[in-house]
């Protein structure tokens, strides 16, 4: 049996009918500052797992658990810090139905509005002239989180049936390394997770701003920091400048040879793990729908290293980079404070690429940064430590899943979805497809032009209420294959 867009109708009008219940319920997901990197926001992601809690059981989902994960390991400040729960819930249990695992993220990355964000980051604004909502969070991922809560809420205004059965399992951990979340996978997989037959992810985003895709990659991601100490305290530098060795001097020395301005990784080795380019996936970078004009706006600039399509996305999907992100301990104030800090900490990634292996990217990067701290010649201490890392997918989406959520893509946008990868990292996918031996299927709700991760994050309500529609559409024409 399979469903027609006819059918669908009825789900789509509701969903436009429940517009303004379903901006409120992300107002109220955004309002909670869920910082998952930020160790003194702890309480407030423990308070968005509450918050889903509340949600998931007003909504009619059953056996709703929120499993502690124990503490966080090092390095952390605080040494007790608790691990935010995992939410697992669940909406119908028949075994004449498939059953999906949706999974998304209820923490976000940090934001401030000094920053240079328009509006209060913590606060969804309804720019109505636009309709466009902005907020942090609003696309990456709560905007999709409360996306599946909205498809319920939609079906249960009707009095219709789910078409499927459902289990939720959503993180708060995502953008820090989804610290616990495999070994819980892993543990849950004949238990809580037992019986899933296929997992959806909305947690990416379309490469444009009017094409739908459906996504079949990621990079993966291994996040870094080094540490230099000197002296025991700050120290005044019309005092001690010239006569100590100085950690930011080492720091910003050794950060310099990790990689150049043309995007290229200092660190020997590591290319000769990524997986040689065939001609067969050259060709497939020609039919993708992509603007360099588009990719300039949404990066407010024309800096970008590359001047056509095909070697921007392959080096966005295929080849690794590494970012440099910050350095703790630095003066970063405004003025001109002349001190000389004593302990500063770099912060640094890389987005990893089939077929790095991880571990053995860790013993490069940390051999190529001792070689320098040596060559250095510093009395100062440096040590280089992994903070988490997380896998690259690739799948083929040639199978059902990627069929359903193609058919429903233009139910609703009127357009059949490109097929791409990602250059961003969700950390469980492999996770889920090895655990769990099923598929996954990452159906994204957001444009590329939404801002994840930096200032005035939005999502367009045409995105946040089509995507309800696109999500609950596939539900159906999967459940019905
Ligand atoms: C693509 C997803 N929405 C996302 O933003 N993922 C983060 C995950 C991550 C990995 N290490 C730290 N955070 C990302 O790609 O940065
Ligand atoms: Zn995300
Ligand atoms: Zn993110």
């Not at 090092?74 to 040494?79: D, E, I, L, R």
């Given at each position: 049996m399979s469903y027609t867009k006819l059918e669908l109708e009825p789900l789509f009008s509701k969903i436009e009918e429940l517009k303004p219940q379903f901006i409120t319920r992300l107002a109220n997901a955004v309002a909670i500052p869920s910082v998952s990197s930020d160790e003194d926001k702890r309480p407030q992601v423990v308070a968005m797992a509450h918050f889903l809690q509340k949600e998931l059981t007003n909504l009619g989902f059953t056996d709703i658990q929120l499993k502690d994960l124990g503490t966080q390991p090092?390095?952390?400040?605080?040494?007790e810090l608790q691990l935010p729960p995992i939410v697992l819930a669940r909406h119908g249990n028949d075994p004449l139905k498939k059953t999906v695992l949706i999974y998304g993220h209820y923490d976000v990355q940090p934001a401030l509005l000094e920053d240079g964000w328009n509006t209060e980051p913590f606060k969804l604004v309804h720019n109505e002239a636009k309709d466009i909502l902005y907020g942090r969070g609003s696309t990456d991922d709560k905007g999709p989180v409360m996306g599946w809560l909205n498809v319920v809420e939609a079906h249960n205004a009707l009095g219709w049936e789910l078409p499927v059965n459902l289990v939720c399992c959503f993180e708060g951990m995502e953008e820090s390394g989804s610290l616990g979340l495999d070994e819980l996978v892993a543990r849950e997989a004949q238990q809580y997770f037992k019986g899933v037959d296929t997992v959806c992810i909305s947690d990416n985003y379309w490469l444009g701003t009017s094409k739908p895709v459906l996504t079949y990659g990621l990079r993966g991601c291994n996040y870094y920091q080094l540490t230099v100490s000197g002296p025991g305290a700050d120290l005044h530098s019309g005092i001690f400048g010239g006569i100590v060795a100085e950690p930011m001097t080492d720091l910003v020395k050794v950060m310099s040879q990790l990689v150049d301005s043309q995007g290229k990784i200092l660190i020997p080795g590591v290319y000769d793990m990524v997986a040689p380019l065939t001609e067969k996936e050259d060709g497939l970078y020609d039919n993708i729908d992509f603007s360099v004009e588009e990719l300039e706006a949404a990066c407010g600039s024309k800096t970008g290293l590359h001047d056509n399509k095909k070697d921007i996305l392959k080096h966005r999907w295929r080849y690794p980079s590494l970012s440099l992100h910050g350095i703790e301990g630095a003066f970063s104030g405004a003025g001109a404070k002349t001190v000389i800090p004593a302990k500063v900490v770099g912060k640094f990634s890389i987005r990893t690429v089939p077929d790095i292996d991880s571990g053995k990217l860790d013993k490069l990067v940390f051999d190529h940064v001792n070689k320098l701290l040596k060559e250095l010649g510093s009395p100062n201490t440096g040590k280089i430590e992994l903070i988490h890392d997380g896998n690259y997918w690739l799948a083929d989406p040639f199978n059902d899943l990627f069929g359903a959520a193609a058919k429903a893509t233009e139910d609703v946008w009127g357009v059949k979805p490109d097929f791409t990868r990602e250059g961003g990292s969700i950390p469980i996918t492999l996770t889920f497809e090895k655990e769990l031996k099923t598929s996954v299927l990452l159906l994204p709700m957001g444009r590329g032009d939404d801002g994840a991760h930096s200032i005035n994050e939005k999502l367009d309500v045409l995105n946040y209420i089509n995507g309800c529609k696109t999500l609950g559409g596939y539900l159906h024409y999967y459940g019905k294959q």
């Open positions: 090092p390095p952390t400040v605080n040494k």
